[in-house]
């Protein structure tokens, strides 16, 4: 087309036609808004819309104070923590304990990092999905503390190495039958979050947060190992800031609940009392599958490891620790008429509990 060629700029802009509709006037908003029509409506548990309201300023508070843990693993003195201070039980017994330990401390972040989603899903307001968010990075450093301890005194542990004594043997004997029910806590962790509110399911977790950064608290005056004595501290540091932000959700949702909301409550509360007593006195049947040797055996394990100076609480002192914290929480609940459930391992009276696991969902 060689006329073509020839034509202007000008001449083109002169010929160009204005698209269709566009009539050179300035649209209208109401005109549009009027024809307009909203998106689908959004699916069930779905993370959009996003917003961001805050119901309880205090947890937005506690999420602040907690931006900044203070610590992390990766600066405590490892270097001091030498494999040759300890004898080779002892080394298997404090690898043991930390293992243990992981159940609960390296299925935390998986835990939250779940529950975190399900604050999105559920539309929890702000302060509760950064506080989750929060506690899910603490767990990932307690995690790290397990890890490093275990590598450091048992290289490939828990599992991958080769015990050279009985008590060696026995330790992955039992840490086996601990990451058969982690793995059975998990499953039924997962079918059981889209049951029920958040802030009840976490009813039971909040007594777990009670009584463990009492318990850290008292390992890191007794421990005499220099690395344990400050993860101690801090590990528990954290716990107390989780307790925190557990019992100002719980005070959110107390009032507000129903009869229903409150008899799950009290499942939820026995139901904590088995799951942590795993670690933090011992594990009642009822849940927990353990060979009869399980029992001994551990008790041989937390023997050797208090004598190498990890600080192990002795299992009186650990029931009591574990009373304490559990009166704290029964005081608490039955202030807002939740009926609290009998723990008579502890001499604890309440209410009698048929212990279920298709009607609770575990949290440790
Ligand atoms: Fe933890
Ligand atoms: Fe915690």
Redo the contacts with the bound molecule.
């Keep these: 087309m060689p006329s073509e060629k020839k034509l202007s700029a000008e001449e083109l802009a002169r010929r160009a036609e204005a698209p269709p509709g566009d009539t050179g006037e300035m649209p209208d908003p109401e005109k549009i808004l009027f024809d307009s029509k909203p998106p689908p409506p959004f699916s069930e548990d779905n993370i959009f819309p996003i917003e961001w309201h805050t119901e309880t300023p205090k947890l937005l508070d506690l999420y602040e104070a907690a931006r900044d843990p203070g610590w992390a693993p990766n600066t405590l003195p490892w270097e001091t923590l030498k494999p040759e201070n300890f004898t080779l039980d002892q080394r298997y017994a404090i690898s043991y304990w930390f293992s243990l330990l992981s159940v ?2 390296s299925s ?1 972040p998986a835990v939250f990092a779940r529950a975190m989603i399900r604050t999105y899903e559920t539309h929890q307001e702000d302060p509760i999905r950064r506080c989750f968010f929060s506690i899910t990075r ?2 990932v450093n ?1 995690e790290e503390v397990c890890k490093r301890a275990i590598q450091a005194l048992t290289p490939d542990g828990p599992l991958g190495y080769e015990p050279e004594t009985p008590l060696g043997r026995l330790a992955q004997h039992n840490i086996r039958w601990y990451f058969h029910n982690g793995a059975r806590y998990w499953d039924g962790f997962k079918k059981g979050i889209h049951k029920y509110e958040l802030p009840i399911l976490f009813t039971s977790f909040l007594m777990g947060e009670v009584a ?1 950064s009492s318990l850290f608290h008292s390992m890191y005056q007794r421990t005499t190992i220099p690395v344990f004595k400050e993860a101690f501290r801090h ?1 528990g540091q ?2 107390a800031r ?1 307790m925190g932000i557990c019992l100002t959700m719980f005070k959110g949702v107390l009032p507000k609940l129903s009869d229903e909301d409150k008899e799950i409550i009290t499942k939820q509360l026995r139901a904590g009392y088995v799951f942590l007593s795993g670690i933090l006195y011992e594990p009642p049947d009822q849940f927990w599958e353990l060979p009869d040797e399980f029992g001994p055996a551990h008790r041989m394990l937390e023997d050797v490891a208090r004598e190498g100076g990890l600080g192990v609480l002795r299992r009186d002192e650990r029931r009591e620790n574990w009373r304490t914290a559990i009166l704290k929480m029964k005081g608490l609940v039955e202030r807002y008429g939740v009926e609290f459930p009998e723990i008579p391992e502890i001499d604890i009276d309440g209410k009698t509990i048929t212990f279920d696991l298709d009607d609770i969902v575990p949290v440790f």
Excluded: I
Aim: aromatic share 10%; hydrophobic share 20%; glycine share 10%.
């Design positions: 609960f401390d935390g603490d767990e307690h463990s590990v954290d716990e989780h």
